[in-house]
């Protein structure tokens, strides 16, 4: 291990400004000599390159999430619209249906009653009384001629 040298508080000298140091060197900020500066500027210049660099990296990252976002947000908007036109679609089939149900009910419900007033009063009972009347007419075409001898 080495011996660190002993100096007497005497022979420290206080901090000299750097211009004293050397006149002929211009100052670039905060009492930095240029030379003595190089450095510290160089780390300074590559955080900021850096501090840049990153910030356009995710700023780049961000807006490709932005228009990710509004392309999933556009795909959500043309499904809902496709969902609200499907069930807009089958409600108007239901109610379709429903309108064809009750017009065949009534339909139906005229149907019976036409076919039960036809058993009743239908064809055959004019047929049937088209046949009696002429029945009738031909007895009474016999009485007539029975009476009066034709």
């Known amino acids: 291990m080495e011996e660190i040298p002993s100096v007497a508080p005497s022979e420290i000298k206080a901090a000299e400004p750097v211009a004293a140091l050397n006149p002929n060197k211009p100052l670039a900020s905060a009492g930095f000599g240029v030379g003595k500066s190089g450095l510290a500027m160089g780390f300074v210049g590559g955080l900021m390159v850096g501090v840049v660099g990153t910030m356009m ?33 089958e409600a108007k089939k239901l109610a379709a249906e429903e309108a064809v149900k009750k017009y065949d009910s009534r339909v139906n419900m005229d149907t019976s009653f036409l076919a039960q ?20 007419n031909a007895r009474d075409a016999w009485s007539i001629q029975a009476t009066f001898g034709a």
């Open 57 to 89: 990296y995710y700023k780049n990252k961000m807006d490709s999430i932005n228009s990710d976002l509004e392309r999933i947000n556009k795909q959500l908007n043309e499904a809902e619209s496709a969902i609200k036109r499907a069930e807009s679609r």
């Open 117 to 136: 007033f036809n058993r009743g009063n239908g064809p055959l009972h004019v047929i049937g009384g088209i046949i009696n009347g002429i029945r009738r």
